[in-house]
C-alpha cells in the first residue's frame, strides 16, 4: 500500500509538471480537457504499467494542445479508462500512409516543390470529369472509383470539378480570388499556396463547386456515405472558426476508411479536431 500511494504522487507530481508547460490554449479553460484530468483517473488504474501510463500522458496532452472541445475530450477519456481500443485504432492510422492524416491549414503547410507520390491521371470512369489532366493519388483514385461506382448503380453521378493542385497553380488560384474580392475575404474561401489540401493529391471538388451542391441528391448521398468509403468533408458547415474557411459542401479529401472511421467514432465527424489531435499526437510521442 505504500509503495502503491509513493507510485501515485510521484506520477500526479510528473503530471503536474508536464500539464504547467504544455502549449498553452486559445480557447477557454472550459472548453478543453487537460492532461491531468485524463491522468488522475489513468494512473490509478495502471500505475504499475509505465507502457500504457506513457500512451494515456501522450493522448491527453494531445487531446488538451489540439484544442479538442471538452465533450470530445471526455468522451475519448472514457474510451481509453475502459479499454485499449482507440490505443489501437490511433495505432493502425498512424502506420498508414501520413499523407492520409498530414495537417495542412493555415498554420501548417507543405513545402513548395512537394509533390504527391502515385499521381494517376483520371480518365473514363463511373464519374464525369469537368475538365481534362486531372490526378490523384492512386489509393484516392481507386477509391473515387468505387465510390462513383456504388452512386451510378443508385442512379447518381459524381461530377469531378477539381483534383490535385501544385504549389504554383493554388498560388494562381489564390492570387485571382484577392484580386477579386480582397485578401481578407479570400483568405476565407482559398488556401495560400502551400497550405491547400489539394496540392496532398487527396482532394476532391465535386459538382458545381458551390453549396448549392449540398442539397442534390449527390451531395445528400456524398454527405451520408464518403466515409464508408474513406473520404470526409474538410469545411463542414458553421465550422470556419475551427477550420478556417467557409462552409464547402463540395470539398472532400480522402483520408482512407480507418482514419475516416476515426474521425466520425471519436471527433463527431470533424475532420479538423481528428488531424489536429494526430498532429500533436505524433509530435509529442517523436520528442521522447
Known sequence: MVRFLFTVSFLLIFVSCVTKTAVSVSTPESSVIQPDEVQIHIII??????????????????????????????????????????INELN????????????????????DNYVPPDLVLLGRSSYV???????LQKDAAESLEEMSAAARKLGLTLVVSSTYRSFNYQGEVYARYVNQMGRIAADRVSARPGHSQHQLGLVVDFGSI?????????????AANASSFGWSL????????????????????????????????????IQQYALRFLHEYKTISAGQ
Open 129 to 135: 470529369l469537368n475538365r481534362a489532366n486531372m490526378y
Open 210 to 222: 458551390t453549396n448549392e451542391f449540398a442539397s442534390t441528391r449527390e451531395g445528400r448521398w456524398l
Open 92 to 111: 493502425i492510422i498512424l502506420q498508414s500512409n501520413p499523407a492520409f492524416w498530414i495537417l495542412v491549414d493555415k498554420q501548417h503547410s507543405l513545402a
Open 45 to 86: 488504474n495502471n500505475y504499475d504499467n509505465k507502457y500504457y501510463i506513457n500512451y494515456y500522458h501522450n493522448i491527453a496532452a494531445a487531446l488538451a494542445n489540439a484544442h479538442i472541445p471538452h465533450a470530445i475530450a471526455a468522451n475519448i477519456q472514457e474510451e481509453i479508462k475502459n479499454d485499449s481500443l482507440f
Open 234 to 269: 474538410s469545411y463542414p458547415r458553421d465550422m470556419e472558426h475551427i477550420t478556417g474557411y467557409s462552409w464547402e459542401s463540395w470539398h472532400y479529401r480522402y483520408v482512407g476508411i480507418e482514419t475516416a472511421r476515426f474521425i466520425d467514432k471519436y471527433f463527431e465527424g
